[in-house]
């Protein structure tokens, strides 16, 4: 059965950085894109970017650009989100979701990461 | 950025009843829409793509239609572990945009 494992919760200081990361398991990683998205409390979802294992191509959202940095270790089929520059607007859900082969949809998610933004 | 406008943001209903929500979007999006039904503290779940398509595993009283611009998605007969929240997603042209969601509670 196909599974993303995430990363624990993080509590980040204002300005600072968080990674992370999104272990893949009992598929093919490298045929799969992987899409990070993420949920502010009781919000809707929102659309980070996506990277493409088999070559480290990536694609932003336009909002994340020059803060986001999306990578991908094939040896340990592990995605990992960089976010810098931490606000408190971006306390929220972090997930990792498998890019359907088909269309640009999610068929599979992880369990999601809980990212703290707070002094 | 495609819209996606979402309605109605919440809705009661009984075991039993048919349930639509609905999902306009701004665009036109070739049926490049998919839903996700989402449980408290839980990630999202796929239940539908290309609008109509169920996802493997999915019980065959959801489905999915579209009317022009419009994309429904209907439960016929709903259980009790239907009641969630649910999103649309439009995948036709990047950034992929959501609808606000559809909170479904137990009447």
């Known amino acids: 059965q196909v599974q993303l494992l995430q990363s624990g919760a993080e509590v980040k200081n204002p300005g600072a950085s968080v990674k992370v990361s999104c272990k893949a398991s009992d598929y093919t990683f490298s045929r799969f894109g992987i899409s990070w998205l993420r949920q502010a409390p009781g919000q809707g979802l929102e659309w980070l970017g996506w990277i493409t294992p088999y070559n480290g191509n990536t694609n932003y959202a336009q909002k994340f650009q020059g803060r986001v940095t999306m990578t991908t270790d094939t040896s340990t089929t592990t995605a990992y989100m960089d976010l810098r520059s931490l606000r408190s607007d971006d306390t929220a859900v972090y997930f990792c979701?498998?890019?359907?082969?088909?269309?640009?949809?999610?068929?599979?998610w992880g369990q999601g990461t809980l990212v703290t933004v707070s002094s | 950025d495609i819209q996606m406008t979402q309605s109605p943001s919440s809705l009661s209903a009984s075991v039993g009843d048919r349930v639509t929500i609905t999902c306009r979007a701004s665009q036109g999006i070739s049926d490049s829409l998919a839903w996700y039904q989402q449980k408290p503290g839980k990630a999202p779940y796929l239940l539908l793509y290309?609008?109509?398509r169920l996802q493997s595993g999915v019980p065959i009283r959801f489905s999915g239609s579209r009317s022009g611009t419009d994309y429904t998605l209907t439960i016929s007969g709903l259980q009790p572990e239907d009641f969630a929240t649910f999103y649309c997603q439009q995948y036709y042209i990047k950034p992929i945009t959501f609808g606000q969601g559809t909170r479904l509670e137990m009447k």
């Open positions: 290309d609008t109509s």
């Open positions: 979701a498998r890019v359907s082969t088909h269309g640009f949809y999610f068929d599979f």
